[in-house]
């Protein structure tokens, strides 16, 4: 368990992403996008593909040549399964928003074809879910992934037992624009009654988390399932003013983030009770 830094406030929300995070879709994922790229001339696409100066880092430049020249992954990367169909596509087009919708709908189709067995990605990461819970936080499930097939994953994880963990799920085609948009967050709060801010956390797998996270209000916590190193972690957060974005913290597993939930929580009864007056010690829950 890993905690990198704490955020500001104790959480009443905590929306969670979907694949890469909570479970692991990987093989279907990479079978649709496998057969979007090919495409990319049909759909009008390849030509929107940015240019290395557009591009973020050196590595997302080679990524984005790569694909040009081949029209599929690298197999490097498709063998690491590190980066998700959203970033892919945020590393292909950038700001271009019309191409992204398109190539969200062709993965859409495709993926349909490959849609199958799913798995958390954590061993008991239904026990942490429920004592996130048990602390009186609502959760809420977020995924670019269509509704249609969100509902499928979700009936089919421990065999159905997790449709009950969840108080809102937000999908892809719920809304105008998917993530990085701040889109899928606030319309997940609105449906819960609340407005955001730092007591809402939201935790993901990818750079588009986080920037969906700082546009919408909310505290940024980043999922780290790939224990990607510190030297990595600046790079794809730089912090720059062309990429601002950073989290506002770091976990590894589910754990890591239910125990600073408890910290947070254990801090602000501690704070309260010094305000009216009563002892700054230990506490019970």
């Not at 505290?219 to 224990?227: M, P």
Request: proline share 5%; with cysteine.
């Amino acid at each position: 368990m890993s905690i990198l830094a704490l955020p500001h406030a104790q959480p009443d929300v905590i929306l969670i992403d979907w694949h890469a995070t909570l479970v692991n879709t990987h093989d279907a994922m990479y079978h649709a996008v496998d057969d979007v790229l090919p495409r990319l001339r049909e759909l009008g696409l390849l030509e929107r593909l940015l240019t290395a100066e557009q591009s973020k880092t050196v590595e997302d430049a080679k990524l984005v040549k790569y694909v040009r020249d081949h029209q599929r992954l690298h197999p490097k990367v498709v063998a690491a399964r590190k980066i998700s169909r959203t970033d892919i596509f945020e590393v292909l087009f950038g700001d271009d928003e019309d191409a992204k919708r398109r190539a969200h709908q062709a993965f859409d189709s495709a993926y349909r074809q490959h849609v199958g067995e799913v798995e958390p990605l954590e061993a008991d990461a239904r026990v942490q879910l429920m004592k996130l819970r048990e602390l009186g936080v609502a959760l809420g499930l977020i995924s670019n992934r269509s509704r249609e097939f969100m509902e499928q994953e979700v009936a089919r994880v421990e065999e159905g037992g997790w449709a009950d963990l969840f108080d809102v799920m937000v999908c892809g085609n719920d809304v105008p624009r998917r993530k990085p948009a701040p889109d899928m967050l606030l319309e997940a709060l609105s449906r819960l009654g609340r407005s955001p801010s730092e007591a809402c956390w939201y935790l993901g797998d990818s750079t588009t988390d986080v920037i969906a996270a700082k546009a919408a209000g909310v505290t940024s916590i980043f999922y780290n399932g790939a224990h990607w190193d510190q030297a990595w972690l600046d790079k794809i957060f730089p912090g720059t003013q062309r990429h601002p974005s950073r989290p506002d913290a770091v976990v590894t597993d589910l754990p890591a983030l239910v125990a600073m939930a408890r910290h947070l929580r254990a801090q602000n009864i501690r704070v309260t009770r010094h305000r009216e007056g009563g002892p700054l010690g230990g506490f019970s829950e």
